[in-house]
Nanobody, 120 residues
């Protein structure tokens, strides 16, 4: 199973970005999907999760009200729309696939990451 994330970039505070993650080599609809991020010098942290059918979502406190996760099973793609970006959102964003019904842990497959840089 391969995951490829893209859509990052360098933006100004208050801007938005829509990250995408395309999954291949597996049955996309079997996976819960998560987004994580890792800022320089910090540990990787959970951002958002969506269940297999796209009916349930869960967000880290830092993402609530600003980020939106969704998926298109026909396109085998999960998205993370990041709104009202702040400099502290600067990080490499990773997508991950989970065969189990877990939100924060137990992910089986990871993408390579896409850089988001937010300047003030």
């Amino acid at each position: 199973v391969q995951l490829q994330a893209f859509g990052g970039g360098s933006v100004q505070a208050g801007d938005s970005l829509r990250l995408s993650c395309v999954v291949s080599g597996g049955t996309f609809s079997r996976y819960g999907m998560g987004w994580f991020r890792q800022a320089p010098g910090k540990e990787r942290e959970f951002v958002a999760w969506i269940d297999r059918g796209g009916h349930r979502v869960f967000y880290a406190d830092s993402a609530k009200g600003r980020f939106d996760i969704d998926r298109d099973n026909a396109k085998e793609t999960v998205y993370l729309t990041t709104n009202t970006l702040k400099p502290e959102d600067t990080a490499v964003y990773y997508c991950a696939a989970n065969e189990e019904v877990e939100v924060r842990v137990g992910y089986n497959f990871w993408g390579q990451g896409t850089q988001v840089t937010v300047s003030s």
